[in-house]
């Protein structure tokens, strides 16, 4: 069966500090892959998806950026770190007629 | 994608069924109805979805309108582990780049 996992669970980091999210994907091979920020409350941001390794589509102009390394690797990266950037990230892959999410992780920039 | 109405909030005693309505009235023909769930700070689940046709598997049952404008996701018999916020979302089936977005949901509170 596939799993998704993400790592850190948390993360506390200062303003203008680099950032780096990954998330790794078993049980699947080339799938399609997503990174989301959900806001406080409940709202879905779409930030970047994947097909395939070294391929990234950029959703929404930001501080963020994004990286397939490895087919079933996907890393999200910041430079500097805003306070905006706080929130809760979610990596996600496509397979059976939808989305699967990762466990996320909470990020919050002091 | 369609919208969808959803109550948003409900209760439900352990062990109950737990019926949770959707309303889609302008759902186009070709979209298809999904069900998530989020539990407190944890990543959306999966449950379930359907085009017309009733839907059931380990984890829940879809059923859904003759019309289609309507549906309601059932959770036979509840546990304290299903409160969560329940998403119901109406969109085309799933290709690449397509983004998934979750409305306000339904906040559902199974009690002991």
């Known amino acids: 069966s596939q799993t998704i996992h993400q790592w850190p669970a948390t993360l506390v980091q200062p303003v203008g500090s680099p950032l780096s999210l990954e998330c790794t994907v078993e049980g699947t091979s080339n799938p399609n892959l997503y990174w989301y920020r959900q806001a406080a409350g409940r709202g879905l941001q779409l930030l970047f998806y994947s097909v395939g390794i070294g391929q990234i589509s950029s959703e929404v102009p930001q501080n963020l950026s994004a990286s397939r390394p490895q087919d079933r690797q996907f890393i999200l990266s910041s430079k500097k770190l805003l306070l905006s950037d706080s929130g809760f990230y979610l990596c996600?892959?496509?397979?059976?007629?939808?989305?699967?999410f990762g466990p996320g992780t909470r990020l919050t920039v002091l | 994608d369609a919208k969808t109405t959803q109550p948003p909030s409900m209760d439900c005693a352990e062990g109950r069924a737990a019926n949770l309505p959707c309303n889609h009235s302008t759902i186009s023909g070709n979209e298809y109805v999904y069900w998530y769930r989020q539990i407190h700070s944890q990543g959306p689940q999966y449950i379930i979805h359907?085009?017309?046709n009733n839907e059931t598997n380990e984890m829940a049952s879809l059923i859904i309108t003759e019309d289609r404008k309507s549906s309601t996701l059932i959770l036979p018999h509840a546990t304290l582990r299903d409160t969560a916020v329940y998403y119901c979302?109406?969109?085309?089936?799933?290709?690449?780049?397509?983004?998934?977005?979750f409305g306000e949901g339904t906040q559902l509170t199974v009690n002991p």
């Open positions: 979302i109406v969109r085309v089936q799933e290709t690449s780049g397509s983004r998934l977005t």
């Open positions: 359907g085009l017309k």
């Open positions: 996600a892959w496509r397979g059976r007629g939808t989305q699967y």
